[in-house]
């Protein structure tokens, strides 16, 4: 398990600008090495160090050792990750996939530290820049400290440091812990999660954590974005740079407090069982969504709510689970007949059984069914059964439709 705090160090202008060299030579660094990476076709680390090392102490001559190492494991991983989205791209647009842009990291970069270029003894932390190696007084909160003490495990393994937009250096401290094994409750039951944009989550229970405060925020943000933008002027520009970030700070809170709630659940809930959606954004590349399809993906944050749920979840023995997203929400829950025209709007009516239903609601019965359905044929006996459906179409125990506000009791 990894946890980070982010806290600000006071510095003198001779550190921050020993910071912002610093910053300059890593991104030579990394862009070195991405570039040889590509043109020799190779994501080792072992045959990128031997090639380019020499050639990066000659470029960037004071940057230091450890930071070259860790600059290299960085364009390492860029590479891989550039490679994937490529290779699936060159399936379907062969064009698009040459005229991909290669990674590379501006002047103005994060840059990654590990445990040997930054220490932290009680208050103080030292790192390593081109100067000389920094030492400063830094304040971790009380409840970080508490909540994940080395006394539980916890140990730094590693910082990213860089210069936000208000000109502030900051640190972001990475701790981790070895997973704790927690005893899982085998007897409790699993619940399908439907992710929307008009409900954020909804499970198969019949529960709805509805997006109506989130939507609004957005429409209200992208309005002041917009008249702010046409209107130019230099008081505008301040007031889009005190507003950035307002509307991604709100979208987490609300993500941590609804993942919260659901780990924290009174009922026995052994599993929660969500969609696979990491081929979503391919939908734009692969040019399979309309302008306004396009602008509901870029504005959904179905994947930081997944993290936090499955983080929040591993602490209380509930597993996250992830099935395939096809034909969920176009497929009755009762008969399982797939038909596109059966759903409108918000409502599922199925005409071929007539069983009717919100639309949310059974796709999330779906995904949990799939679910059990893959571990059957698995040879693995289902954990709990679904809840059972009468041969006319009628289930035996109707799911209860509760709705949520999208900001349940609890912070995050």
Not at 89 to 117: G, I, N
Not at 311 to 324: A, S, T
Request: charged content about 30%; some cysteine; overall charge positive.
């Amino acid at each position: 398990m990894r946890r980070s705090i982010t806290v600000f160090p006071k510095l003198t202008d001779k550190e921050v600008s020993a910071i912002v060299e610093t910053g300059k030579q890593y991104a030579r660094a990394f862009n070195m090495a991405s570039e040889c990476l590509i043109n020799n076709s190779s994501t080792s680390k072992r045959f990128l160090h031997k090639v380019q090392y020499e050639r990066t102490k000659e470029e960037c001559p004071s940057l230091p050792t450890g930071l070259i190492q860790c600059a290299r494991d960085v364009a390492v991983e860029a590479v891989k990750n550039w490679n994937v989205k490529r290779t699936k791209l060159r399936q379907k647009h062969p064009k698009k996939a040459e005229m991909m842009k290669r990674p590379s990291m501006k002047d103005k970069c994060t840059m990654r530290y590990d445990v040997r270029t930054i220490t932290l003894r009680g208050s103080q932390l030292t790192f390593s820049t081109c100067d000389k190696r920094v030492k400063t007084i830094i304040t971790i909160p009380e409840f970080f400290r508490e909540r994940y003490s080395p006394s539980d495990g916890w140990k730094l393994k590693g910082a990213n440091i860089g210069i936000n937009r208000k000109g502030r250096v900051f640190v972001n401290l990475i701790y981790e812990c070895p997973d704790h094994i927690i005893e899982e409750n085998k007897d409790g039951k699993i619940v399908g999660l439907d992710r929307g944009v008009y409900n954020i989550v909804t499970t198969s229970e019949g529960v709805h954590y509805g997006a109506k405060d989130v939507r609004r925020v957005k429409r209200k943000y992208n309005y002041v974005r917009s008249e702010l933008q046409e209107k130019g002027t230099r008081s505008a520009k301040r007031r889009l740079k005190a507003i950035s970030g307002c509307e991604k700070r709100f979208v987490h809170d609300q993500n941590h407090c609804i993942s919260k709630k659901l780990a924290n659940s009174d009922e026995d809930v052994f599993i929660y069982v969500l969609e696979d959606l990491s081929s979503m954004n391919m939908l734009r590349l692969k040019g399979k969504s309309n302008k306004t399809m396009r602008k509901w993906i870029s504005n959904w944050s179905y994947s930081d709510l997944e993290l936090k749920l499955t983080y929040k979840c591993q602490k209380n023995g509930i597993k996250v689970e992830l099935v395939d997203a096809r034909y969920t929400s176009r497929k009755c829950s009762v008969c399982k007949t797939i038909d596109k025209a059966s759903r409108n709007g918000n409502r599922y009516t199925c005409r071929h059984c007539g069983s009717s239903m919100h639309a949310d609601t059974n796709a999330a019965i779906n995904i949990r069914d799939n679910y059990i359905t893959r571990t059957q044929k698995s040879g693995q006996a289902a954990v709990d059964q679904p809840y059972g459906w009468g041969a006319r179409g009628k289930p035996e125990t109707e799911p209860l439709e509760k709705t949520l506000t999208s900001k349940p009791s609890g912070s995050s």
